[in-house]
Structure formats: structure tokens, C-alpha cells
């Protein structure tokens, strides 16, 4: 099993297939390797956090563990996000923290093969694709694939210890 999802990319580099949840925000549909993921949840009401950043939404109490639930759609400022019967929270397990990341809905697991992987291109000072592992393609859909390690442990998450991963 791959320690990371940055060496998730070199197994599949290597020949490797590679499982992603797919999820999608707004129009765009993104992907998180399968080995990260713990379970997934309908959206719940949760625990407001004072002077939380306003993408974490709060925390929630999940069997005994205290949950910091982000929404994705405010992270990546994909515009206000609604809650409905499709909103889920994907629930991840990341250097041994639980945190959940809401999403719009989910799709399903995709398989990708080295070859269907392309690595993300190069945006300048335009956007930030240090979170990006790179873009899957699978027939007609294009998946953007989410380092979720490096995400969560940025400077601005401040959730996961970078020595954690």
C-alpha cells in the first residue's frame, strides 16, 4: 500500500493501477485516492468553531473522535455551497487525524492506469496546484486528482502535523 498519495502518482508512474473516489464541486469533478478514505456520511449539523477559518464548517462528534469538517467548495472558493440530500462528507484518515471534507456529491471509484494520468500544467502564479497530483481522463470525463496529504498539511489548513505523514 502506497504511504502517500505523491507516491500513489509514482506507483502508477510505475505501472501501478490506482483507485480515486470521484466527487464533485460546482461543475468539476475531482478525485482522492481510495486508501484515504474511511468512510462517507450524509451532511450532519456541526459544532461551530469561533475564529475558525470559514471553510471549516466546525467539528462533529463521530464515535468518540472529534471531527474538523471542511467544506471544499469554500477551500477552493467554488462559489456558496448549498446542502441537500447530495451533500456528503467524505471522512478521511490522513497521517492517523479524522477529518471530514464535504463535497457536493460523490460519484463513484475510478481506476486509472499510468497512462491515463497526465500531470497537472503548469498555472504560474495563477493557481496554486501544489495540492494537485494531476488530471485523470476516463472517456469523455476528466478528473482532477487531489493530493488530499498535502492539502490538509498545508500552513493555511493547519490541521495535520507535517511530520504526521
Known amino acids: 500500500m502506497a504511504a502517500n498519495s505523491t507516491q500513489s502518482v509514482t506507483d502508477a508512474m510505475s505501472g501501478e493501477s490506482l483507485e480515486f473516489l470521484s466527487f464533485t464541486l460546482g461543475n468539476e469533478e475531482y478525485g482522492v485516492s481510495i486508501q484515504k478514505v474511511q468512510e462517507l456520511r450524509g451532511y450532519d449539523t456541526v459544532t461551530r468553531i469561533a475564529n475558525a477559518p470559514d471553510f471549516i464548517k466546525g467539528v462533529v462528534n463521530l464515535r468518540g473522535i472529534i471531527v474538523p469538517i471542511i467544506d471544499m467548495r469554500i477551500k477552493f472558493n467554488l462559489g456558496s455551497p448549498t446542502y441537500d440530500q447530495f451533500t456528503v462528507v467524505v471522512i478521511l484518515n490522513i497521517g492517523g487525524r479524522v477529518v471530514g471534507m464535504v463535497v457536493d456529491s460523490v460519484s463513484d471509484v475510478i481506476t486509472l492506469t499510468p497512462e491515463q494520468i497526465k500531470p497537472a500544467p503548469e498555472m504560474g502564479g495563477a493557481l496554486a496546484t501544489d495540492y494537485l497530483v494531476g488530471l485523470g481522463t476516463v472517456d469523455q470525463r476528466m478528473l482532477i486528482l487531489v ?11 493547519g490541521l495535520i502535523e ?4
Open 147 to 157: 493530493d488530499i496529504d498535502k492539502l490538509m498539511s498545508s500552513n493555511e489548513m
Open 162 to 165: 507535517q511530520h504526521a505523514l
